[in-house]
């Protein structure tokens, strides 16, 4: 298994502005992923980040909107721009050990006002 | 669309009791994963399941992989107030080899 953090584990922002979560792997992966969960719901998968390409998104997510950055092995950051209301969720980071199972971070919960 | 189905969405059962949630594909698998998250907390892997008509136990949790690989399900045998939380099941599509969650089984015990 792995050990993941996250950063900031909750905030409150306003509308417009963006914030950017990071997420800390104990571990070199190579799989690293970026998913939403409203409150109650399941997991949605925003984009699929991989070390040295561009992220891979998901249907109705655009990196525009969520731009991801993996510099190295242990590390990648989500950055949630111009927010809105819409956006406030909880947004986890995971991980992919062998054979293909998904380790999570705790979470960022995310109030936008 | 979604296309893995689980169901029951929401169960309260008595401290003692049984509990089922089942998992059902529209497609194929390569494998099911089962994954535990508690209130306020994240989700945790429990167990994969690859084989088809795979059953594997944990304690007191008993996992099946049906013989088609479309379907799954999770049994908790005389469930303990630890046991609250939402169980999701996460398949592994053989199509384009992502993995989709299941909207998941909140359960609840009553005392």
């Known amino acids: 298994s792995a050990v993941i953090s996250q950063k900031p584990s909750r905030d409150i922002c306003q509308r417009g502005t963006s914030l950017t979560i990071q997420c800390q792997v104990d571990s070199q992966v190579t799989m690293m992923f970026w998913y939403r969960q409203q409150p109650g719901q399941s997991l949605t998968l925003i984009a699929t980040a991989n070390q040295g390409s561009e992220a891979t998104y998901e249907s109705g997510f655009v990196i525009d909107k969520f731009p991801i950055s993996r510099p190295n092995l242990t590390f990648s950051t989500l950055t949630v721009s111009n927010m809105s209301p819409e956006d406030s969720s909880i947004y986890l980071c995971?991980?992919?050990?062998?054979?293909?199972?998904?380790?999570f971070g705790p979470g960022t919960r995310l109030t936008v006002t | 669309g979604q296309q893995v189905m689980q169901i029951p969405q929401y169960q309260h059962v008595q401290e003692g009791e049984d509990f089922t949630t089942y998992c059902n594909s529209s497609?194929?698998?390569?494998?099911i994963q089962w994954y535990k998250q508690r209130p306020g907390g994240h989700p945790v892997f429990l167990i994969q399941l690859v084989k088809s008509g795979e059953v594997k136990k944990q304690k007191r949790l008993t996992f099946q992989f049906g013989e088609a690989k479309k379907n799954s399900s999770l049994h908790i045998t005389a469930t303990q107030t630890t046991d609250v939380g939402t169980y999701f099941c996460?398949?592994?599509?053989?199509?384009?080899?992502?993995?989709?969650f299941g909207k998941g089984t909140r359960l609840h015990i009553l005392p």
């Open positions: 497609t194929t698998l390569s494998n």
């Open positions: 995971s991980v992919e050990a062998p054979p293909r199972e998904q380790y």
């Open positions: 996460a398949g592994l599509k053989v199509r384009d080899d992502k993995i989709i």
